[in-house]
């Protein structure tokens, strides 16, 4: 059976997919699955087994230049490479219009969300069946029941499995801190990180910081500023990146796309959350917990904090989340204690 699964973006919610993949390769033997996903997001559509052909689909940045895409050819090379061969089925697994634009492009019958079910209501109409899966569980787990709605096999007795086997990394143990984020209410306080790096060294463990852009790298400094137990990497792409996480002894990461990777790789995790709810997008793996914010205003769902406005890091509710919190879950996690969302 040949399957394209159509999941644009972004990086928590590529990586939501995969327990899905793991079932429907497992039900269908043979089966052949193509991802149309962001190009941004590609290398990490690949790092699942089941996927044989990712299709990259630029979408922002034609969107950026519609113009310039259709002269440049690069819309054509789309529906091309879409259009390519014909699919037993076509999962859209967004349920937003441009993900059932994608969709309609390609050669079989489109299944989805319905109206009742899907984030924008009109991308239902364009697909030939409609699953009713209800927002009321964690996103990961809704994908698994679409795929299984669409597939014809049934979730019972199948655990959740993100299927990624991450190889063994040779050396000392070390943590990764996923400090960097969109936006600012989102992020912790340093002082909580220089505080948290402190226990790491204090237990013999290395801290690696990656940053992306300049208000991230001065973050990183920051942290990293007398602590010869930090170590800053240089610029990484998600290639490379994917593996620095996935062979962490621990990770403690804000509401980020990598996160969730490092949760899917089995990694300790632990997610600190304040503006945003993580009910239904929050990480889903084995082994990993969330710290939430504890005051009423939270989750407010709001990239500026209504109660201290000027604050550019960490805002009071997760400011109010202590480094020795996060070191006590983070232990228990590396311990084996789990978090079961499934």
């Not at 859209?92 to 969300?113: C, E, I, N, T, Y």
Request: aromatic share 6%; proline share 8%; with cysteine.
């Amino acid at each position: 059976m040949k399957v394209l699964l159509v999941k644009l973006s972004s990086l928590g919610d590529v990586v939501h997919t995969f327990p899905a993949l793991t079932d429907a390769r497992t039900a269908i033997p043979g089966l052949e699955l193509d991802w149309a996903v962001e190009e941004a997001f590609a290398p990490v559509a690949r790092l699942h087994p089941a996927v044989r052909n990712v299709i990259t689909v630029p979408l922002r940045r034609l969107l950026r230049n519609p113009l310039a895409a259709f002269r440049g050819g690069e819309v054509a090379r789309i529906r091309a490479a879409l259009a390519a061969e014909p699919y037993d089925l076509v999962i859209d697994a967004q349920g937003l219009m441009k993900s059932a634009a994608v969709a309609a492009l390609a050669r079989g019958p489109r299944h989805g969300f319905d109206r009742a079910s899907a984030r924008e209501t009109a991308a239902a109409l364009t697909y030939s069946r409609r699953h009713h899966v209800p927002e009321v569980e964690h996103m990961a787990v809704r994908i698994r029941k679409l795929f299984a709605a669409a597939l014809g096999y049934g979730l019972e007795g199948r655990p959740a499995d993100a299927g990624l086997r991450p190889a063994p990394v040779d050396g000392a143990p070390y943590l990764v801190f996923l400090h960097g984020t969109t936006w600012p209410t989102k992020t912790w306080s340093l002082a909580g990180w220089r505080a948290l790096a402190d226990l790491a060294g204090a237990a013999g463990l290395e801290v690696v910081l990656f940053a992306h852009g300049p208000q991230e790298r001065a973050r990183a400094d920051a942290i990293a500023e007398g602590l010869p137990q930090v170590r800053l990497l240089p610029p990484q792409t998600l290639e490379t990146l994917a593996p620095v996480i996935a062979g962490a002894a621990g990770v403690v990461s804000v509401d980020t796309g990598l996160g969730h990777l490092a949760a899917a790789c089995g990694v300790p995790t632990v997610g600190l959350y304040g503006p945003t709810d993580p009910r239904l997008t929050g990480l889903y793996g084995p082994r990993a917990l969330e710290l939430k914010a504890r005051r009423p205003c939270a989750p407010c769902e709001k990239a500026v904090c209504r109660i201290a406005p000027e604050t550019r890091e960490g805002p009071p509710c997760l400011a109010d989340i202590a480094a020795v919190e996060v070191w006590n879950a983070l232990t228990r996690l590396r311990a084996g204690a789990a978090m079961d969302k499934a």
